[in-house]
């Protein structure tokens, strides 16, 4: 009983802060361990007090070269499924890859929602420290290493699970943020980072 008095007044603190937009570094936090723990256990996405925006699949286009006949990188469809929090500035986009020899890699990632304000400087700073936190409490569990994805951008933090999830894939979590150059984005979430790893399809691909 105790556990779930608890999580309805997490998701009420979450509806209430970003309806306010008071914190948006707690309602980060919230969404993006609720991203983390779905890809490192390989369950279902908690959307719990969130608004379902239904499925969708998002082609990606080729790599190409002008100096080679063929594409670099070949493109490829994502079907990803997408929840919002009403008022919130925030999308959660749970991403599924193509399919290779049966199992497909995933994704949970937030982004800004679309004409949205974007990140500010004193946002950044927020989240960074947010960021820090949760990196050191995943730390102090003995599961968790130290991961930072390239120097990029004005923000490039990561954390991995030490181990492989149940899916056979290393797992990353990172936070990206640029406001030095236009336009300013965030990039943040959860994904299974080798390409032999994943599990059976969860949706349906083209």
Not at 76 to 91: A, G, H, I, K
Not at 95 to 123: H, M
């Amino acid at each position: 009983m105790r556990r779930i008095t608890l999580s309805v007044l997490l998701n009420l603190a979450l509806i209430t802060s970003a309806g306010a937009s008071e914190d948006l570094s707690s309602v980060w936090r919230n969404l993006f361990t609720r991203c983390r723990i779905a890809v490192e256990t390989g369950k279902d996405f908690d959307a719990t007090g969130l608004r379902d925006l239904g499925r969708d699949v998002k082609t990606v286009a080729p790599v190409t070269d002008p100096r080679v006949p063929f594409p670099l990188l070949l493109g490829y469809q994502v079907t990803e499924q997408r929840w919002e929090v009403p008022e919130s500035r925030f999308v959660v986009v749970d991403a599924e890859y193509p399919p290779q020899d049966g199992k497909s890699r995933r994704s949970c990632n937030l982004e800004i929602v679309q004409g949205a304000k974007p990140i500010s400087t004193a946002e950044e700073k927020h989240l960074r420290a947010t960021f820090f936190a949760e990196r050191d409490e995943l730390l102090s569990t003995g599961r968790y290493e130290r991961w930072n994805p390239d120097a990029i951008f004005s923000t490039n933090l990561g954390v991995r699970l030490a181990g492989n999830n149940p899916h056979g894939c290393r797992v990353v979590s990172y936070l990206g943020i640029e406001t030095q150059r236009a336009p300013p984005f965030l990039v943040t979430g959860s994904a299974e980072q080798d390409g032999a790893c994943g599990a059976a399809p969860r949706f349906a691909h083209p």
